[in-house]
Each structure stands twice: as structure tokens, then as C-alpha cells.
């Protein structure tokens, strides 16, 4: 059985490798300003912060749950720590670890909510989700957060993910997200972390009947998720001039249909990190690609909500032939 299910998810990044190919190739025939070397400048600017967001939610979803404050979360996290350093004066490497730690209480908060006080995952984090909303408006009393940007003092940070050398942009955040996809799938796949959090997924009661702390591994699931979603506030603060309060409701769905095209099951249980980064680069694709070939924003979320509604439906019938069998 388990690796029949082994088989299922190579063959569905195979697949998805395959569309990433043709959608390429589709867009740099539709329109030539497309092969443009800003036009992966772009790509990689919505890469980074949902890639961040997706692998951490990997895990909340690999125990049957879901992180829906991912996404007003990591605006919340990028706001209090520009905050801090913009306006109250606190050096730029205090921010940016103010943000990722404030990831971390939430998501703490989060796995105490769905393990401990045995709250739905989805209600526990939609409410979330509204808190981390307004918090993020208090934090930074509802203004907008410039980090700084050009010759500022502190925005070495941009160097993170962007490298300027004579005019000339590297996008070296690709460095940041490859060493995560590598450190999370050694921790999904050879450590006892990966294993129970899966075992969970699979069938929580049995987990718990083996021995394992079902409590203690779902929290560390959803701290795994606030921590990533600290780092894709970094990186979001990092690719955009400006943040603003009430931005990020949406992102979180873009991580979350990221992970299920890559093959994380909604039900829990099985799912890599290698495939929902392959499920990024489809979301980011079609977000950088589709405006070259004329269709606006509502269009945008029209077809991007269909792929995501075939990757559901796909799910569905794999878990019921896994049943079934």
C-alpha cells in the first residue's frame, strides 16, 4: 500500500512537471515579452512568499487540518516588524526576527486550539485569520509600512532575495527556498517529527493507541506553518515597497491549492514538499503568465480557482480508491 502511494506521488509531479513545461512553452509563444529576464524577476517575487507559506502548511495539512491565517498572518508579521524598525528605531535583523517569532506564537496558538481545546482546524484558524487581520492594523496603527528600500539605512535585507550587482538583479531567494524544500523534506521523511505527523494524518486514533503524542506533534505542525508564515512576511517585505493593513486575505489559498496540486492529500496522511514547490511554480506561473495573454485579474482567479478545483477532485477520487482498496 504504502508504495503504490509512493507511486501515486511521483507519477503526479511527473505530471506536474509536464504542465509547468507546457505552460512555459505556451506562454513564450503567446506573447515573446514573456522570455523577458523581468518577467522572471516578477515570477520569482510571488514565488518566494507563497513558497514560504506552502511548505509550512504542508504539515497542518498532513495531519488532516488546514492554516487558513497564513495569509493575513504573514502581512500581520512583516507589518509589526517594519513597524518597529520604521518607525520606533529597532535595527532591521530585530524586526525581521520579531516577525518570524511572531509567526511562531500564532501558530502555537493555532495548535493549541485544534489539539488541545479539539476546535475544527478550519474554524480555529478562520478565526485566527480575523485576529491576525486586525492585530496587524494595531501594530502598526493602521498605517502603511515602508521597510527600507534603496540606499536607506537597513535595506540590506531586499539583498535577501534580491542581489543587485551594477544594475544587473539576482534573484538569489531561490537559495532560501531550495534549502527549505531540502531541510523540510529531511525533516518530513527521515525524522520521527515527519513520520508521526504523517502517521496522524493517516489515522489519528491509531496514532494515538501506538504511543505517539498526537497533542505535542499536531502543535508542532502548526508552529511549523507560523514559522514559515514569519519567513514569507520577510520575504513579502522584501519584494514589495510598501505593506499595507488589510492585504493578505487570498494568499493563504494560493499556498494551500499550491500544496494540494503538488499531491498533499486533503484528508492527511501523504504528501512531499517536493511537490508542493512543483505546485507553487504552477500558481506563480499562471499569476505571472495569464496577464500576458490579456486576461485580467477576475479571469485570473477564475482559472486559477478551476485548477485548483480539478486538484480537489483528483484528491477526492484517490482517497476513495485508497479506501476502497
Known sequence: MKNQTVKKIDMQKVIIFG?????????SFANPT????????????????????????????????????????????ALTGGYLVVYKGWP?????????????????????????LDLPPFLATLCTCMITRGLGSICSN???????????NGAWFRSLFRLKINDFTIPIGIIWVVLAV???????????????ILAIGSNKEA??????????YQISAYVISGFFAGLAGIAFAASFATIQPGL?????????????????????????????????????????GLPYVGLQANWQQI???????????????????????
Do not use: Q
Request: net charge positive; hydrophobic share 55%; aromatic share 12%.
Open 34 to 77: 514573456f522570455r523577458r529576464y523581468t518577467t522572471f524577476l516578477s515570477l520569482m517575487g510571488y514565488t518566494y512568499y507563497i513558497a514560504f507559506m506552502a511548505i509550512g502548511v504542508t504539515f497542518p495539512l498532513l495531519t488532516g487540518g488546514v492554516d487558513l491565517s497564513i495569509g493575513t498572518g504573514l502581512i500581520c508579521y
Open 207 to 216: 496514532a494515538r493507541l501506538c504511543g505517539i503524542n498526537v497533542v505535542a
Open 19 to 27: 504542465i509547468l513545461i507546457l505552460l512555459l512553452i505556451f506562454f
Open 182 to 196: 531540502f531541510l523540510m523534506t529531511l525533516l518530513l521523511n527521515h525524522t520521527k517529527v515527519g513520520r508521526y
Open 248 to 288: 493578505g486575505a487570498g494568499f493563504e489559498l494560493d499556498a494551500i491549492g499550491a500544496a494540494i496540486i503538488g499531491g498533499v492529500s486533503t484528508a492527511g496522511g501523504y504528501g512531499t514538499v517536493t511537490g508542493t514547490i512543483l505546485g507553487v511554480l504552477v500558481i506563480s506561473l499562471l499569476k505571472t
Open 92 to 116: 532591521v535583523w530585530l524586526g525581521l526576527l520579531v516577525a518570524v517569532l511572531f509567526g511562531v506564537v500564532i501558530g502555537l496558538f493555532n495548535g493549541f486550539a485544534v489539539a488541545v
Open 142 to 152: 493602521g498605517t502603511g509600512v515602508p521597510w527600507p528600500n534603496g540606499n536607506a
Open 303 to 325: 482559472i486559477i480557482g478551476i485548477v485548483l478545483i480539478s486538484a480537489i477532485m483528483i484528491d477526492i477520487i484517490r482517497n476513495k480508491r485508497a479506501r476502497a482498496s
